[in-house]
Structures are given as C-alpha cells and as structure tokens.
C-alpha cells in the first residue's frame, strides 16, 4: 500500500506525535517500507511561516491546551497553566529546540549501580548500556548533522559565548566550546549553514537548526510510504479482547472524531501528553490506563534540574545576536559526590529577547530592582543550567479529577517537588555560573529560577522487570507487545545532557526492532 | 563593535510634541473621558473606566516597572486594554474601580491630599505597591503588563534589542560576534 492510507486499514503502523520521537521513528520505518500514519495533534507550519517575535511565535508553536500543575516548585506559582514550553505543531519541539546534541556518559546508564541508594529518589539501571546506543548515537548524529562529529566543523562563537569561553579560562575549565549542534556550520543534507539570526527557540527560518519538520517527515513523505495528518490530537488507544492494541481514536481539524486501524500504536507525545493518553485509554480489561500494570505510567516525571544565569557587565554584549545556545561548559557534568550531590550539569549559554528576557528573568519581580536589570539588557550575558534531576515517584503527570479539555478528557496536571539534592546541584551551578561572568567582570548577576520545563521526562520509564517500568528496553511496552513508547518518556534516568539526541537515537534503534518484529511475524 | 542607538527616533514635530510627555507622569490631565499628557502630545480616550482612573492606572504601570527613558504614552498604551475589557466585563471594571480607590485611599492614609498620584516620590508610591502586591488586582495589572508593556517594538531600541533579524539576514555580516572587549 501507499499513502494515504485508508480508516480502516489495519496493516499501517500509527506514530503518535511528529517530533524527535514520532518523526524520526516515522521515517526510519516508512524507508524500510512499512506502511505509517503519523498523528500530530498541532498544524502544520513550514519554516518560512516562523516568526522573529516571541509571543507571536508562542501562539503560533506552543502547545497552549489547558493543563494544572501542583508541587513546591516555582513553575506552578508563576506558570500555573503553562507546566512545559513544548510545541503542538508537526515537528513537535524540534522547530523550538536549541540544538544541543549530546550523548549521555556512561554511568549515566547505570545511575542506580553508581550512585547508590539515595533517599526519596526512585533510581534505576537503563535497561540498555553506552555500547548499545553508541551505533545509534553515530547514526543519529549523522542524520542531524551535528558539529564536531562526523569532520563538521564547530560553529563560530557568538558574543556570549566570548564572554562564557572568557570567565571558563579564567577559572581553569577545560571543556569549553561551541558545542555539539545539530545546527549546520556548513551547507548539508540540502539546507544552509546558520545565519546567526538568534530566535532558535521561534523556529528556525533558515532551515539552518535540524528539525523532523523539514528532514524526517518530508524524506519519510516522499517514500510514499509515509502519511501525516496534521490537527489530528488523539483521544485514546483501543484495543481487543486479547489486550492487543487495535487502533486509535483522533479528533481531527473540524473535531469530529475519526477512528484509524493500526498494526502497532507508537506513542510519541512527549511526556506529559503520552502518560495522559495512556491514562485516558483505561478500559475495563486495563482499569488503570494501558500499559499500567506496573503502576509507573505517569510517574517518575523528570525535567532536568534547571536555572539561568545572566549577568551585566560595564559594557556591551548583545548576546541576542547569532546561536541561542552558542556554547557550552561541559567540566561540571562529571559524576563526583564530593561537591555534595550526585550526578551532573551543563553550562550552555542562552539568550532571551526583550519581552521573554521581561518574562522569565525573575518572574513576578517588580520595581527599580527589576527593571534596572532590564535597562541594561545589551549590556547581559546568559547562561542555562542543564543537570541530572532525580526521579521521584511522587513527581507525576496525573488526570485532573474535574477539569476536562474541548474534547471532555481529564486535562493533565503536573506535580513537581525538588529533590534535595537537585536543589544542592542547583545552587553549586548558580555559584559556578556566576563565578564565570564575575571572572570576566560582572558588575551584577542573577540567579534565575526555572523556565517552564522544555525537557519533560521519564513519565513511560524503560525497566528490565516489567515490575519496575513501563516499556521494555526497545521501548516496546512490557503488558502489550504492539504498543510502543517512542518519546523521552521512556527515559529511566535523566542524564546531564539535552535529551533530544538520545530520543533520535533510541528511534532509530526502536525502527530496527519493529521491522525485525515484524518480519518475523511477531508483531 | 555595532551598538543600538538608543534615542528616541521622532519627527520633528513629533519630538517637539513628546518632549513633555517624557516627564514623570504625576501631571497628567484628566477631562471628560480623555487622559492627556500636560503638553498635548498623546492623549487617550477612556470609555468604561473615570479618566481619574485611568491616569492613576497609568502612573501604577510606571511605578510597576519604572523605566525613565520610557514615555508616559507607552504605558498608557500598555493599560488601554483594561478599559477595553472593563467595557465588556462589569466585574473587570469593578476591580480596577475599586483597586485605585484603595490606592488612593492609602495614600491619603499615608498623608497625601491628592491620592495616589499625589505622592511626590516613587519611594512613596513604592511602599503603597508592597503592601498591596499579593491582591488580585495587583497580580492582574503586573501580569497583564509584563506582555503588553515589554511586547511594544517601538521600545525595543531604547533597550538595545534588535527584534526580528532573519529579514536583514540574520546577524553574520551584522555583529554577532563582534565583541572588542574580552
């Protein structure tokens, strides 16, 4: 069969979501030619329609649906609708992601073995090792092009990179540089080289920062083998008598509800909305959700222990011009209790406009404290702080007991308490960050609390025992063999690094699986 | 290395018009549903809400997030969608009615025979703002302006931000790493 593909045909394999995860995974299967629905709850928007304008690029991209949260953190006083920055549109959050593509150490596979028992923290082995995913990881970073592999040259550094590389040197870091981007330095894959234009976060309107929009999806597409319906948000996955999955229910553009057979269901929207799918689908034979007899959908919910630090100096900077995340330090993100936490962080330099700069600096902040900070907005640096947060069982993505959406499903809240020790890797990387601009100068600088999350994870958690998680090592869920988690909820553990590498990488190595499955008549 | 220039950038006859309106904004003149600034550069038709309240409004957007190179007008602009709302929604209109009204009855507690607007310096006006800064109606009037002052091009110079670039072709011929100092 080609695409499009009929209602009523059971040979296709349905993905659920267009970004890292479900894009990916999407094309990887259709150039192997199996047969692909892919579902995108958000519209479809190719990057001449991205805009240069943060709130209106917000409205365009975010994903705006109602959501709750709950929990000591700051997000829930401050954004207490807006839990996660993540994106309804085909190409999910890769038309807003940064671009820093890192692979995961090697103890980070095997934190519980590493770390120990650490109180309050529900730690567990990955299931999987580096070995396994360093074929997946060479394979994803060729497809995504990204710097300092692969003979890609490094991108040139930005204004705020000079200052971080400057205030590095001066405190005797090692590894500082401009990064491992999946952001061209030079023309491939047919898509130009980055024009140092800032607003990665707004899409790129170069085509210049790798996204499933224009790459995946598109290759995918031309196979013939590859259908995407954009505005289709599904509502629940059904199932038969046996427990298989048998297909999906969607409200497509107009909200009338459409009911598409499937082979195998892969489900890839991210980690708020994947565990509320998976919940929603509860039926009389899984009273509890699909995929649930563990408990785990849902919980465990990590992202990244977070913050910000900017500074102002006694001169210019304008560190909105070029890359968002210009550069990196990566001599904190090593394993090493005796800074008092387990785990570690990344230092990536960020830039925010004027109006988010407003936003975000130091939500709810008024007066002259506040707005002299602004009034010396050309003369900032920044930098985001990316760390290793523990999972927690009580950090959770749960239905809404009363609230429900347009289309009468439960909304989702989102409950999130730091960890102790999150808080204690969370101020020794204020201190570090601060003491790199004061290396350089700095006349003031700000320690600034979360953004909504952009890194969402764990909520569908890869385990060994079926016991302990909810999908099995390729992803594939341990109660029912043809219904897959294909997002960064799968992740056991969080890592230092940005996720969205290890998300390509496990799709890559998930399409391997299936087709493997499939061929021997397995699935 | 490139920088902003950060000067107003007016006509002639608009400099001429504005350069009252830059001045703290404790003179601005109310009458029959118009706010004005004292020299007659901008004025501002108020429909639901008193011009009283209105001018007060203005000058609490300011003490919000005071920014001395910022023109009264941009902060008016910044509140003109509470008149807006308060047109449509009664309850709307009642809160920020009775959310000055508290403002100037604390002020008068406070000693000043004119209200709010009375107080002579920011400090004054600061301290009323504290006391009041966990209510609804303050939380409403911050979060709104936050957007709605910040989210105006016309002030992004006077910051230094650029705002949109991909239509000058980005910042690689522009400056993005021209910094001459580190």
Known sequence: ?523 | MRTVDKRQKLSRRGFLAASGGAAVGVALVTSAGVVSSPSGAWAMEVKALKPETMATLIQFARDIYPHDQIADRYYAKAVKGHDETAMKDAKHKAMIEEGIADLDRRAEAAGSTQGYRGMGWEAERAALLREISSTAFFQAIRGGLVVSLYNQKEIWPLFGFEGASADKGGYIERGFDDIDWV
Request: net charge negative; glycine share 12%; hydrophobic share 35%.
């Open chain 1, 1 to 523: 069969m080609t695409a499009p593909y009929e209602m009523n045909d059971g040979s296709v394999v349905v993905v659920i979501g267009s970004g890292a995860g479900g894009g990916t995974l999407g094309n990887e299967l259709a150039q192997k030619g199996i047969d692909i629905v892919v579902l995108e709850a958000g519209g479809r928007h190719e990057y001449d329609d991205f805009t240069n304008d943060e709130w209106a690029s917000f409205g365009q991209l975010a994903w705006l649906d109602n959501r709750t949260t709950s929990g000591s953190w700051l997000v829930a006083r401050d954004f207490p609708n807006l839990p996660a920055w993540i994106v309804k549109a085909v190409g999910g959050s890769t038309t807003h992601w940064a671009g820093a593509s890192l692979r995961f150490q090697e103890h980070e596979y095997k934190v519980r073995t590493t770390y120990g028992e650490i109180e309050g923290a529900n730690l567990l082995d990955w299931p999987i090792t580096l070995k396994d995913m360093e074929p997946y990881y060479d394979k994803a970073e060729n497809k995504m092009g990204v710097t300092r592999t692969n003979g890609i040259p490094g991108l040139p550094g930005n204004n705020n990179f000079k200052i971080m590389k400057a205030g590095a040197d001066k405190l005797g870091y090692k590894e500082c540089h401009t990064g491992r981007m999946a952001i061209n330095s030079q023309d491939r894959d047919g898509r130009t080289f980055c024009q140092q234009s800032g607003f990665c976060f707004q899409g790129c309107k170069f085509g210049a920062k790798w996204s499933t929009l224009y790459t995946e999806i598109p290759k995918g597409e031309a196979t013939g083998k590859l259908e995407v319906r954009a505005n289709a948000q599904v509502l629940q996955i059904e199932h038969d008598d046996s427990g298989k999955v048998t297909g999906v229910v969607y409200a497509d553009k107009d909200g009338n509800q459409q009911r598409q057979k499937a082979r195998a269901v892969c489900v890839a929207g991210n980690s708020i909305e994947s565990p509320r799918l998976l919940l929603n689908s509860a039926s009389s034979k899984y009273p509890d959700g699909l995929a649930n007899s563990s408990g785990q959908v849902g919980k465990n919910y990590m992202r990244h222990m977070t913050g910000s630090v900017y500074a102002v100096f006694d001169r210019p900077v304008n560190m909105y011009r070029g890359t968002t995340m210009a550069g990196i330090i990566q001599d904190e993100s090593r394993f090493d209790p005796s800074r008092g936490f387990v785990g570690g962080y990344e230092l990536e330099t960020l830039s925010l406009g004027l109006p988010f700069m407003a936003a975000f600096l130091q939500p709810g902040a008024w007066g002259r404290e506040f707005t002299t900070a602004l009034d010396a907005y050309d003369h900032m640096a920044g930098m985001w702080i990316v760390g290793e947060d523990m999972p927690q069982e009580s950090n959770a993505v749960t239905l809404h007991g009363e609230l429900k959406d347009q289309h009468g499903l439960p909304v989702p809240d989102v409950h999130f308490d730091d960890h102790p020790n999150d808080i204690a890797m969370r101020n020794h990387a204020y201190r570090q960050g601060a003491a790199v601009y004061d290396a350089v100068g700095a006349t003031r600088t700000f320690p600034t609390p979360p953004y909504p999350s952009t890194h969402n994870l764990g909520t569908n958690r890869m385990s060994a025992k079926a016991s302990d998680g909810v999908v099995n090592s390729h992803g594939q869920t341990h109660d029912i063999k043809n219904l897959f988690v294909s997002d960064g909820s799968q992740f056991t553990t969080g890592a230092a690094e940005n996720p969205t590498l290890t998300i390509v990488a496990l799709a890559i190595r998930q399409a391997d699986y299936i087709a493997d499955q499939m061929s021997k008549g397995a699935l």
